[in-house]
Each structure stands twice: as structure tokens, then as C-alpha cells.
């Protein structure tokens, strides 16, 4: 935290945060059930200021399932090849609601710090 | 011209991701591939769509600089090892054999080279100078001559089982084969340092 720029001007900063918290978004979108690779993907890219290039998530994903976090399965598709889909496993249960208790804190620690809170 | 657009894409990701583990290599092809037919089947499949789907990958550079991270994986460069595996692959063969196996496994595990050019180094020629010196070192001709009690002179002659002509174009096959795979190597080497 060497600059005191804003993160939606500063791209680099804003790499480094996402970088850190991308994993989780991709474990809470799973925790209501198993997702299709290319919808759990566009859906992330389609969130402000995630994900620059779709691509980069697919080494992210094949990280995660060699931490044990997700798992996937092959389904059959009602229009062309069988699909391959996310789920959460156990231990990325865990980790979410880990990491879900810790970014409460961490966030409110740094809203204070900084004065974003309300 | 979809098809290669596509194949061009993924060709060159291939290409980036060469400093992961095969298996992760595969996977991570086999997965951009799948996302690339998903994202296509849904539309026109028109060459402005397809250009739009590879623009939302992002360059394969970059998904590869973020493989490489995720798995703790450092880009490839040439080094002290390339230098040694080469060293090895051309004189290894002196060191009893082994010098140039050890060379050979250098090559076959080094990042630096592409599958083709691995083969190259490794078939011309196994063992490097090696052969080109054991057969330099082979028995030529050789001639005695023997006087008689009669006062004859019997000349007998030996070894040399094929002309010396022809083993003077293997000899030098096999000096300039192991010399010229080594800079084709080199030149590949740098090429790809260059590039990074």
C-alpha cells in the first residue's frame, strides 16, 4: 500500500485485491449448487471490476480443484457435447465460511482505517 | 477461416503454456476450448462473434503469466543449465557415455526447447562427438610385411572393412552433426529468450 491513488484508477492495486478475494467469489457462487465452467465464468466476468480477461480465471478454477475447493463432473448437455460442471466440495465449504467471517472483520478494520464506512 | 482462428488461438496458448505441467497444460487447452465452443454454439457463428469470444479470453500470454502464478511455475529462461546440457550433449559422450545421457535428460526435461527440437538434438547424433571419434579411432588398413628364408617379401594386410572413402563421409557426418545440432539449439534458445 505504497499509494494513496483510488483502486478504480489504479489498476495494478486493483489486481492485487482481486487477486486475493476471486477464489471466494467463485466458492460463493457455488454454494448454491453446481454451475456450468462457461456460465460460473461469464458470470464473474460480468461483474465490475473482477475479472479482466476471461481466460485467467480457468488457471484459478484448475488451482482450485487441485487445493481440493471445487470438484468437477461431466453432465450431459441437452444441445451438443457433455458439459463440464463446478461444485463446491466440503473443504470449500469450509473455506468459504472462513473466509466469509474473516472479510467481515477485515472489511469493517479497513472501512475504519480509511474512512469508506458510512 | 473460423476454424483457424480458433486453432491460431489455441495453438499459441499451447505454445504460452509450455512451462506448466503437461497435465495442466491439457487441461487448461481442453477447458479454453470447451469455453470457446460453448460461447460459439449460442450464436451466429460469425467471424466478428468468434473475434469477440477470443477478445473476452484475453491474450494467452496473459493466461498463461496467470497459470504460471497460480501454480507457482517461473517462466523458462535460458541459463547456466541450457549451456551445461549442451556442453554434454556435444563432448558428454567422453565422459564414459554418461556425460552424454545426463546431457540427453537435460535436454528431454528442459522448458527452453519444443518437442521437435528436442528430437533433434537427441538423433544427431546420440552421443555427440563420440562416434565421430571411435571411428577416427578405428584400426585402418594395416599392412606387414615379412621376409622369408627365401629372401621373398609377403605382404599381409588387415581390418579396414569398408573403403576409406566412404569413412571419411561418415567421419565427417558425424563431426558436423552433433556441431550443427548444437547451434540449431542455441539459435532456437535464443530466440526464446528473446522473446520473453
Known amino acids: 500500500m505504497r499509494s494513496m491513488v483510488p483502486a478504480a484508477t489504479n489498476p495494478e492495486l486493483s489486481a492485487q485485491l482481486r487477486r486475493g478475494v476471486l477464489e471466494y467469489c467463485v466458492m460463493a457462487l457455488l454454494r448454491d449448487g453446481e454451475r456450468y465452467a462457461f456460465d460460473l465464468v461469464r458470470e464473474l466476468a460480468d461483474m465490475d471490476g473482477l475479472v479482466i480477461g476471461e481466460g485467467t480465471i480457468y488457471p484459478m478454477l484448475a488451482r482450485m480443484r487441485r487445493d481440493g475447493t471445487v470438484e468437477t463432473t461431466w453432465r450431459e448437455s441437452p444441445s451438443g457435447p457433455p458439459r463440464r460442471y463446478y461444485r463446491l466440495t466440503t473443504a470449500g465449504r469450509a473455506a468459504l465460511r472462513g473466509f466469509v467471517k474473516e472479510w467481515s472483520t477485515f472489511r469493517d478494520t479497513v472501512d475504519r482505517m480509511v474512512g469508506g464506512g458510512s | ?196
Open chain 2, 1 to 196: 477461416m473460423t476454424k483457424t482462428t480458433v486453432d491460431g488461438y489455441l495453438r499459441s496458448l499451447d505454445e504460452e503454456l509450455r512451462d506448466l505441467p503437461p497435465a495442466r497444460r491439457r487441461e487448461l487447452l481442453e477447458e479454453i476450448r470447451d469455453h470457446i465452443d460453448s460461447a460459439l454454439s449460442s450464436g451466429d457463428g460469425g467471424e466478428a462473434e468468434l473475434r469477440n469470444v477470443l477478445d473476452r479470453l484475453g491474450d494467452p500470454s496473459d493466461i498463461a503469466a496467470e497459470a504460471r502464478e497460480r501454480f507457482g511455475v517461473r517462466r523458462a529462461k535460458a541459463g547456466a543449465r541450457e549451456i551445461f546440457t549442451l556442453i554434454l550433449l556435444l563432448v558428454g559422450g567422453f565422459l564414459y557415455v554418461v556425460g552424454w545421457v545426463v546431457g540427453a535428460v537435460l535436454l528431454a526435461t528442459s522448458k527452453v526447447w519444443t518437442d521437435r527440437e528436442k528430437i533433434v538434438g537427441l538423433l544427431v547424433v546420440p552421443g555427440g562427438l563420440l562416434p565421430a571419434a571411435l571411428l577416427a579411432l578405428l584400426p585402418g588398413q594395416v599392412c606387414s610385411e615379412t621376409t622369408t628364408s627365401t629372401g621373398r617379401v609377403i605382404t599381409e594386410c588387415s581390418g579396414g572393412t569398408i573403403p576409406v572413402w566412404l569413412a571419411w563421409v561418415i567421419l565427417a557426418v558425424l563431426v558436423i552433426g552433433p556441431i550443427w545440432s548444437v547451434m540449431f539449439l542455441i539459435s532456437r534458445m535464443n530466440r526464446r529468450s528473446a522473446q520473453a
